[in-house]
């Protein structure tokens, strides 16, 4: 039996015995922390009857975390959340749950950890005080063990949610505990939480030092004597251990260096994210006391500033989107599948890189991205002590940006995917000495515990041009803004401004470059503008009402459309590809998200930024990127073909490893394309009649791949296609169902719009609906839901029984449809 089977099967002495957590909640039982999310009990306060007070006659529902109430919520034009804020209103919320701790856990250390509770949340125990966190993004922990009852007297924890003061977020928040809460047991000889940093100063394809500087913490009320060893695992398989005999003092600290090397390491990159384990045991007199598991990979990278980002010694160009929190219909509340699956959808179209925005992420976010090999920007905060909105996190800045900047640092610096440390975006005192002097504050504190990653900042733009904010450059005139040239920055980030991109070198020499948030283009999923050739600003300027747009609130989804102080996708991705010191971009946004629906107000509610869809569905232009940014042969043709008879309409194409495509319609050849100098799509103007549009791409005379969209009769059936037809029947796991809108023939309906209702069977239940339409005000915690363009999304969440789920879909005067899951 190896070592790390042992360890797997080892009982650790200090593991909590909990009474009110299920099976499924206690997972592994090694782990020092078990699952604390199910069984709460939630009460949303009435603001004229509750009057934040708790009674005998409150109501309260069970649920189980996480949770965000405000998705469950009507829309509102009047909500003080702001249409920024996705209209959808926070509140103050409370949540209880009471546990059982076993008489042999008495001489333990037990707290309760929150991986991020929106916001001002204040826990009690047993009528105890414990703390208040305002931050609603950041980890946190309360020692419960002086509090505690023990055996048969029972415990409750209580937690108070304050959303109420709004607008407080210029996106949408969601509101509760709507990340993981877990419950941790260790003896009062162990590692402190977040209590291992690992890193790797040399690495070669030969050997790699790795290094360990590990926190002991000892609760005792004598010294301890005790034998730490750090093995590090592959797999299964052990690589190499290093021990060392420690003294520690009662109620002590103490900090211990470790290294050791690996010979002929599996390195960490972005298409095999490879990953060790390291085990940190701590020993009494022979006896295991405590083991804490760290994953991590060996890399090696640099910010160059002639070769931009080199990730191993090879040049990797970052090919990056930006990413709010929130799970489209599911809202905030973490579930690791809907994560998994928004990676999966941009790892196909070949991204390599995710911008935390503006937020430190979910742990759950790192751990995937780890797995699956992503370039992460890890940011911190969207404002400092100047506020954005009234009741945003500048009024508890000077109490906590110190201690949450740290405490994400601490959380987050062994992720091999986490590259480069963001200190905030757009902030408003980059242009004065304010942002200078806490710029240098927040890059100290950072340094302090993580000297293995470059800060930048995303500013808009770095370049002062005659004392104006200006993206045109004039060489004589311009100069960096004040945190740019503050030397508080390793990177300098640029957020927009593809204009100066090419003057870096010179504006900022000795300095790499990164394109921290970029083109902010704008598109509805399926809805197509007469022609293409014309690109709209929407709106004129950030800070005058848009009075135009499209009946319905839509936005062509050629790439025509974009925001005054952005591009359309292709303008800059043609800068950044062309330069190798241009290290890579982050692109604003990889998925639509609630609230912010530029350029629109009401009754829009969601962005239109995303490549993806608030519902998953790539939009057009994921094509154009998956034609860049992967080998894999792509042709996509669009739009669809459905118009009025002799209408002229633009048919684009996005293809690669071929010379030319060609189009036919209706058997006849309309001509061939292909894309001269740095040309990323081709078009044609087609006078319109029905029938079939056929793109056949050629390389060499030889067809590399054909495509085509046909003509829809009346709509009058369904397709339903599951990501996953077998999912664990752990009350957590996913399934996300397309359903696809078809003619008698199953040929797609591209402009159905029907209302579809669903009903479901066996031990499942639907957890959020969607079209992706950002003016639908219809609820995503329903059973119906009207299709955008031919498409609506179901969610499907097991429950805890094995068996079969079956969905059907029905509308009026269409056919029904049913589609099996297995939960397992």
Same mark, same amino acid.
Not at 360 to 373: H, N, Q, V, W, Y
Not at 758 to 764: A, L, Q, T
């Given at each position: 039996?190896?070592?790390?089977?042992?360890?797997? !099967?080892?009982?650790?002495?200090?593991?909590?015995?909990?009474?009110?957590?299920?099976?499924?909640?206690?997972?592994?039982?090694?782990?020092?922390?078990?699952?604390?999310?199910?069984?709460?009990?939630?009460?949303?306060?009435?603001? +004229?009857?509750?009057?934040?007070?708790?009674?005998?006659?409150?109501?309260?529902?069970?649920?189980?975390?996480?949770?965000?109430?405000?998705?469950?919520?009507?829309?509102?034009?009047?909500?003080?959340?702001?249409?920024? #804020?996705?209209?959808?209103?926070?509140?103050?919320?409370?949540?209880?749950?009471?546990? @059982?701790?076993?008489?042999?856990?008495?001489?333990?250390?037990?707290?309760?950890?929150?991986?991020?509770?929106?916001?001002?949340?204040?826990?009690?125990?047993?009528?105890?005080?414990?703390?208040?966190?305002?931050?609603?993004?950041?980890?946190?922990?309360?020692?419960?063990?002086?509090?505690?009852?023990?055996?048969?007297?029972?415990?409750?924890?209580?937690?108070?949610?304050?959303?109420?003061?709004?607008?407080?977020?210029?996106?949408?928040?969601?509101?509760?505990?709507?990340?993981?809460?877990?419950?941790?047991?260790?003896?009062?000889?162990?590692?402190?939480t977040y209590g291992t940093y690992i890193t790797t100063p040399q690495v070669s394809a030969e050997k790699a030092?790795?290094?360990?500087?590990?926190?002991?913490?000892?609760?005792?009320?004598?010294?301890?004597?005790?034998?730490?060893?750090?093995?590090?695992?592959?797999?299964?398989?052990?690589?190499?251990?290093?021990?060392?005999?420690?003294?520690?003092?009662? *109620?002590?600290?103490?900090?211990?260096?470790?290294?050791?090397?690996?010979?002929?390491?599996?390195?960490?990159?972005?298409?095999?994210?490879?990953?060790?384990?390291? &085990?940190?045991?701590?020993?009494?007199?022979?006896?295991? +006391?405590? %083991?804490?598991?760290?994953?991590?990979?060996?890399?090696?990278?640099?910010?160059?500033?002639?070769?931009?980002?080199?990730?191993?010694?090879?040049?990797?160009?970052? =090919?990056?989107?930006?990413?709010?929190?929130?799970?489209?219909?599911?809202?905030?509340?973490?579930?690791?599948?809907?994560?998994?699956?928004?990676?999966?959808?941009?790892?196909?179209?070949?991204?390599?890189?995710?911008?935390?925005?503006?937020?430190?992420?979910?742990?759950?976010?790192?751990?995937?991205?780890?797995?699956? #090999?992503?370039?992460?920007?890890?940011?911190?905060?969207?404002?400092w002590k100047q506020q954005k909105n009234k009741y945003d996190y500048s009024n508890n800045w000077d109490e906590?940006?110190?201690?949450?900047?740290?405490?994400?640092?601490?959380?987050?610096?062994?992720?091999?995917?986490?590259?480069?440390?963001?200190?905030?975006?757009?902030?408003?005192?980059?242009?004065?000495?304010?942002?200078?002097? &806490?710029?240098?504050?927040?890059?100290?504190?950072?340094?302090?515990?993580?000297?293995?990653?470059?800060?930048?900042?995303?500013?808009?733009?770095?370049?002062?041009?005659?004392?104006?904010?200006?993206?045109?450059?004039?060489?004589?005139?311009? =100069?960096?803004?004040?945190?740019?040239? @503050?030397?508080?920055?390793?990177?300098?980030?640029?957020?927009?401004?593809?204009?100066?991109?090419?003057?870096?070198?010179?504006?900022?020499?000795?300095?790499? %470059?990164?394109?921290?948030?970029? !083109?902010?283009?704008?598109?509805?999923? #399926?809805?197509?503008?007469?022609?293409?050739?014309?690109?709209?600003?929407?709106?004129?300027?950030?800070?005058?009402?848009?009075?135009?747009?499209?009946?319905?609130?839509?936005?062509?989804?050629?790439?025509?459309?974009?925001?005054?102080?952005?591009?359309?996708?292709?303008?800059?991705?043609?800068?950044?590809?062309?330069?190798?010191?241009?290290?890579?971009?982050?692109?604003?946004?990889?998925?639509?998200?609630?609230?912010?629906?530029?350029?629109?107000?009401?009754?829009?509610?969601?962005?239109?930024?995303?490549?993806?869809?608030?519902?998953?569905?790539?939009?057009?232009?994921?094509?154009?990127?998956?034609?860049?940014?992967?080998?894999?042969?792509?042709?996509?043709?669009?739009?669809?073909?459905?118009?009025?008879?002799?209408?002229?309409?633009?048919?684009?194409?996005?293809? *690669?490893?071929?010379?030319?495509?060609?189009?036919?319609?209706?058997?006849?050849?309309?001509?061939?394309?292909?894309?001269?100098?740095?040309?990323?799509?081709?078009?044609?103007?087609?006078?319109?009649?029905?029938?079939?549009?056929?793109?056949?791409?050629?390389?060499?005379?030889?067809?590399?791949?054909?495509?085509?969209?046909?003509?829809?009769?009346?709509?009058?059936? %369904?397709?339903? !296609?599951?990501?996953?037809?077998?999912?664990?029947?752990?009350?957590?796991?996913?399934?996300?169902? !397309?359903?696809?809108?078809?003619?008698?023939?199953?040929?797609?309906?591209?402009?159905?719009?029907?209302?579809?209702?669903?009903?479901?069977?066996?031990?499942?239940?639907?957890? #959020?609906?969607?079209?992706?339409?950002?003016?639908?005000?219809?609820?995503?915690?329903?059973?119906?839901?009207?299709?955008?363009?031919?498409?609506?999304?179901?969610?499907?969440?097991?429950?805890?029984?094995?068996?079969?789920?079956?969905?059907?879909?029905?509308a009026n005067g269409l056919k029904s449809e049913s589609i099996k899951i297995t939960a397992e």
């Amino acid at each position: 039996m190896n070592k790390i089977h042992i360890l797997k !099967t080892f009982v650790v002495t200090g593991l909590l015995t909990i009474a009110a957590c299920s099976s499924s909640d206690t997972k592994e039982q090694n782990n020092r922390k078990v699952a604390f999310n199910k069984g709460w009990q939630f009460h949303l306060n009435d603001a +004229v009857k509750d009057k934040d007070t708790l009674n005998a006659t409150t109501q309260w529902r069970t649920l189980n975390l996480p949770h965000d109430w405000s998705i469950e919520g009507k829309f509102d034009e009047n909500s003080p959340a702001g249409i920024g #804020g996705g209209a959808l209103t926070g509140g103050l919320g409370w949540y209880k749950k009471t546990f @059982s701790v076993a008489p042999a856990d008495s001489t333990k250390i037990t707290s309760i950890v929150f991986d991020g509770v929106y916001n001002n949340s204040e826990v009690w125990i047993n009528g105890h005080y414990l703390g208040k966190r305002p931050n609603g993004y950041i980890s946190f922990e309360y020692n419960l063990t002086p509090y505690l009852n023990y055996g048969d007297t029972k415990n409750e924890v209580l937690v108070k949610v304050n959303n109420a003061q709004q607008p407080n977020s210029r996106w949408y928040s969601g509101s509760g505990i709507y990340r993981n809460v877990w419950l941790q047991t260790t003896n009062k000889l162990h590692v402190g939480t977040y209590g291992t940093y690992i890193t790797t100063p040399q690495v070669s394809a030969e050997k790699a030092t790795v290094a360990f500087e590990t926190s002991i913490n000892n609760n005792n009320a004598e010294p301890k004597e005790a034998t730490v060893t750090t093995t590090i695992f592959k797999g299964d398989s052990e690589v190499t251990s290093v021990s060392q005999e420690i003294s520690i003092p009662a *109620n002590a600290e103490k900090k211990i260096k470790q290294e050791t090397n690996v010979n002929k390491p599996v390195l960490w990159n972005v298409e095999s994210p490879e990953l060790y384990t390291a &085990i940190t045991e701590v020993k009494v007199d022979g006896n295991v +006391v405590d %083991f804490y598991s760290t994953p991590f990979g060996i890399r090696s990278f640099k910010f160059d500033v002639d070769k931009g980002f080199l990730l191993n010694g090879k040049q990797v160009k970052i =090919k990056g989107v930006c990413l709010h929190h929130d799970l489209g219909p599911l809202g905030t509340a973490i579930n690791t599948r809907a994560i998994e699956r928004q990676l999966e959808i941009l790892k196909e179209m070949g991204v390599n890189g995710i911008r935390t925005s503006h937020n430190p992420p979910a742990p759950e976010l790192l751990d995937l991205c780890d797995k699956m #090999g992503f370039i992460v920007m890890d940011e911190a905060f969207d404002m400092w002590k100047q506020q954005k909105n009234k009741y945003d996190y500048s009024n508890n800045w000077d109490e906590w940006h110190k201690k949450d900047l740290e405490d994400q640092i601490l959380r987050d610096r062994n992720h091999p995917s986490v590259f480069m440390w963001s200190i905030g975006n757009e902030i408003p005192e980059q242009w004065d000495e304010r942002g200078a002097k &806490i710029g240098k504050e927040l890059a100290s504190i950072v340094k302090t515990l993580d000297t293995t990653r470059p800060i930048t900042a995303a500013m808009n733009p770095p370049i002062v041009v005659n004392g104006d904010v200006n993206i045109q450059f004039e060489e004589t005139a311009a =100069k960096p803004n004040a945190l740019a040239g @503050s030397g508080a920055l390793d990177i300098i980030g640029y957020n927009y401004a593809h204009e100066t991109y090419t003057q870096h070198k010179k504006n900022f020499p000795g300095i790499p %470059f990164i394109a921290t948030e970029t !083109t902010s283009a704008l598109a509805t999923r #399926g809805y197509y503008d007469a022609k293409s050739d014309t690109i709209k600003l929407w709106p004129k300027r950030w800070d005058i009402p848009f009075n135009e747009g499209n009946p319905g609130n839509t936005v062509s989804a050629y790439d025509q459309v974009q925001a005054p102080w952005g591009s359309t996708h292709e303008a800059t991705w043609k800068v950044i590809k062309k330069h190798d010191y241009l290290s890579g971009m982050y692109i604003w946004t990889g998925f639509d998200y609630i609230g912010e629906p530029t350029p629109y107000q009401w009754p829009s509610i969601s962005s239109y930024f995303g490549i993806v869809d608030l519902a998953g569905f790539p939009k057009d232009i994921y094509y154009m990127y998956q034609s860049e940014w992967t080998n894999k042969d792509v042709l996509h043709i669009f739009p669809h073909w459905n118009w009025k008879e002799g209408q002229n309409v633009d048919v684009w194409t996005y293809y *690669n490893n071929a010379d030319e495509v060609e189009l036919y319609l209706n058997g006849k050849s309309l001509g061939k394309r292909s894309k001269q100098g740095d040309d990323l799509h081709v078009m044609w103007r087609v006078p319109y009649t029905a029938g079939t549009l056929k793109a056949v791409s050629r390389k060499n005379g030889k067809t590399v791949l054909e495509k085509e969209v046909k003509t829809a009769g009346a709509p009058a059936a %369904f397709k339903l !296609t599951a990501d996953h037809s077998t999912i664990k029947a752990d009350g957590n796991d996913l399934s996300f169902i !397309t359903v696809d809108i078809t003619d008698d023939k199953g040929v797609f309906a591209a402009t159905a719009n029907n209302e579809i209702n669903f009903s479901i069977k066996g031990n499942g239940k639907i957890v #959020g609906v969607c079209s992706g339409d950002p003016v639908s005000h219809e609820p995503y915690k329903a059973s119906k839901h009207t299709a955008l363009n031919g498409k609506c999304l179901v969610i499907v969440q097991s429950g805890e029984k094995a068996g079969t789920i079956e969905l059907t879909a029905s509308a009026n005067g269409l056919k029904s449809e049913s589609i099996k899951i297995t939960a397992e």
